[in-house]
């Protein structure tokens, strides 16, 4: 696929695969259009030309709130909680169609009503406890430390139980044992929920140590796809990005 910029091509004919229960890396130096792809894989941004595919069917041009539905979920780089709600009320605002929302709903069938927001409840304490952060459950969200708070959008985005994560720099400005903390969640996420996932990072380290495939991309395309370790024998790859 590809995405123009005013006659600018960002994204220059794309092409590349998330296998499904594995985790592929996104890499390039910065310019090379790894979020300009990522926006058009989360229905952010519509590409100008191609089409994507999730699980067999044509989803091009969706919104994110359909892909959502669908189980495809993006995270940002910069995590977008509501500060003024608690963590834990952050987690519950996030599933969709809640019977609560309908007022006459909330009227005539408060019974169930109240059901359903002590299951969703239920849960959400249940992904704290998932992302550690069942202690600070109260707490309102802006209070968090920056590692935190990306811990809170992990444990947001997992209240749709998703199929598909995109991970926008999941490991940028957080300090090493929140890392940790987040790597570990990341790869328990793929192993026991069977999540697919898909991320974009600097740290090649971190890519290396969760990402099962990696895909390089240069200049609006995909230079390279492999492991890690074949990444970097790869001379071209070596002069585009690793060797900076
Ligand atoms: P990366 O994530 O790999 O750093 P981006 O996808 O952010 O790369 O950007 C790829 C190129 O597209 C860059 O040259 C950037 O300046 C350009 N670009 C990205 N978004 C826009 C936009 N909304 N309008 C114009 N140019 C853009």
Excluded at 117 to 138: M, S, T
Excluded at 142 to 150: I, R, T, Y
Excluded at 170 to 184: E, H, I
Aim: glycine residues 10%.
């Amino acid at each position: 696929m590809s995405k123009t910029f005013a006659g600018f091509r960002a994204v220059d004919n794309c092409s590349f695969q998330i296998e499904a229960g594995k985790i592929t890396g996104l890499i390039g130096p910065n310019g090379a259009g790894k979020t300009t792809l990522f926006n058009m894989v989360a229905g952010v941004l519509k590409p100008s030309q191609g089409h994507i595919v999730l699980d067999g069917r044509n989803v091009t041009g969706m919104a994110p709130h359909q892909l959502f539905r669908l189980g495809l979920v993006r995270t940002f780089q910069i995590p977008r909680e509501f500060g003024r709600m608690t963590v834990l009320e952050n987690l519950m605002v996030v599933p969709p169609c809640q019977l609560g929302e309908n007022l006459w709903m909330s009227w005539f069938r408060w019974q169930r009503v109240l059901r359903q927001e002590r299951q969703i409840r239920h849960k959400a304490e249940e992904v704290l406890g998932w992302v550690n952060l069942l202690h600070v459950r109260d707490e309102l969200a802006q209070n968090l430390s920056g590692g935190q708070k990306k811990l809170l959008e992990l444990g947001r985005t997992l209240m749709i139980e998703p199929k598909v994560i995109l991970l926008d720099e999941p490991g940028a400005g957080v300090n090493r044992t929140l890392l940790r903390q987040l790597t570990d969640i990341i790869v328990r996420l793929n192993q026991e929920w069977g999540c697919t996932i898909c991320l974009i990072d600097h740290d090649l380290e971190l890519v290396d140590h969760l990402c099962h495939h990696v895909v390089v991309m240069a200049q609006g395309t995909v230079m390279a796809a492999g492991t890690m370790a074949e990444m970097r024998q790869n001379p071209q790859v070596q002069d585009a990005y690793l060797g900076n």
